[in-house]
Nanobody, 112 residues
Framework: QVQLVESGGGLVQPGGSLRLSCAASGNSFSIYTMGWYRQPPGKLRDMVATITSGGSTNYADSVKGRFTISRDNAKNMVYLQMNSLKPEDTAVYYC??????WGKGTLVTVSS
């Protein structure tokens, strides 16, 4: 069983940056592939970035070069550094411990 709590969302202007954090509690955090997903208003939830237990990363094409996922297994934390934010990045961002565990999400709004 893994519990996930996201933080760091908010309102940011286009071109700005935000860092999302996901705190995990429970057993064996380090063995999970962790991911960030997002759900824009009225749309389906999509993968943003994932990171394996060994540190291999994967990104959606729309965020490559702008977002960076990282993890700290000693602290049971996963992060998403988001730079050069665009209005189309507006969404609720969810943390995932593959495949079954989800946080409740944090809202990111990119608007001037």
């Amino acid at each position: 069983q893994v519990q996930l709590v996201e933080s760091g969302g908010g309102l940011v202007q286009p071109g700005g940056s935000l860092r999302l954090s996901c705190a995990a509690s429970g057993n064996s955090f380090s063995i999970y592939t962790m991911g960030w997903y997002r759900q824009p208003p009225g749309k389906l939830r999509d993968m943003v970035a994932t990171i394996t237990s060994g540190g291999s990363t994967n990104y959606a094409d729309s965020v490559k070069g702008r977002f960076t996922i990282s993890r700290d297994n000693a602290k049971n934390m996963v992060y998403l550094q988001m730079n050069s934010l665009k209005p189309e990045d507006t969404a609720v961002y969810y943390c995932n411990a593959a495949p079954f565990y989800w946080g409740k999400g944090t809202l990111v709004t990119v608007s001037s």
